[in-house]
């Protein structure tokens, strides 16, 4: 088996699953860095290591050699951006060459939605550390879409705020075409979403029509939105990252469009119509 020259974080789940899938159909050789070695979905042509993201002594010694690196971000916790830049800073030492890091649309210190933070504080390490890189900034997945109806309704304090809901199919297209040949990308940031920005009460209108029940949109006040949250228990900037997904809706954060997909797809960006209808 050749030598992997590039290696990806987050195989086992969704998104890097189906990024890993594509670059295994073309044949190329893959390197997955997971946390459970049982879990690797190993298609074919890829090795896989254990290596979690803040274990930076086995992702040095995994990516040694390794050209091109995937870093789809961590599992949501307090702890993701110390996790982050222990991956970086191991792959800076590993010589690794070009780093493509899975980033969100609007990420900044002061961004909204709170996690986007987490992304914007990852991006600045990236830049610090001297790796060329290549930020892909998704919008919120489309896919996701069914899963904020909660018995036929849809709440949260969007007001009449937009998001371009992106496909992850799309994404991982995206993801495969800038692995494949990373020079020309380096040094850039894509905004990755979907063909235009819809109000919360349009996705409804959408999901009744493609799944035949009706789904309807009811705002929230932010504090009815924690209220109606608290329930879960989930931790406080658990809670926070719920709520400000909904209220960056509302200011427009999220109703950012690009045409990215198709710059580096060659294909349009899927509706949300469409995702929904293929499953």
Known sequence: ????????????????GRIARRLAAAATPLLLLVRDL?????????????????????VREAL?????????????????VDQ????????????????????????APDATFTLARDHFATEQHIRASGLRYT????????????????????RGPAGDGRVAVVAQ????DAATAVLRNPAPHAGR????????????????????????RHVSYVPETVEEAY???????????????????????????????????HELTGHAATSLDEVLRRG
């Open 1 to 16: 088996m050749s030598t992997p020259t590039i290696a990806l974080t987050g195989a086992t789940g969704r998104l890097g």
């Open 38 to 58: 049982a879990r690797v979905p190993a298609p074919p042509g890829a090795t896989a290591a254990a290596a979690a993201y803040g274990d930076g002594e086995a």
């Open 64 to 80: 040694r050699g390794v050209d091109t690196v995937l870093m789809v971000s961590a599992a949501e916790s307090p702890a993701r």
């Open 84 to 107: 982050h830049r222990s991956f970086v800073d191991a792959a800076s030492a590993a010589g690794v060459g070009h780093l493509v890091y899975i980033s969100f649309v609007g990420a």
């Open 135 to 154: 930020f892909l900034r998704d919008s919120l997945y489309a896919d996701f879409v069914p899963a904020l109806v909660d018995d036929g309704v849809i």
């Open 169 to 172: 199919n799309d994404i991982a």
């Open 189 to 212: 940031t894509y905004d990755l979403t979907g063909p235009e920005a819809l109000s919360l009460s349009e996705i409804a209108t959408i999901l009744t029509a493609v799944t035949g």
């Open 227 to 261: 209220a109606s949250r608290a329930t879960y228990g989930a931790p406080d900037w658990q809670l926070d990252a719920w709520v400000s997904t909904y209220t960056a809706i509302a200011d427009g954060s999220l109703a950012i469009t690009s045409t990215a997909i």
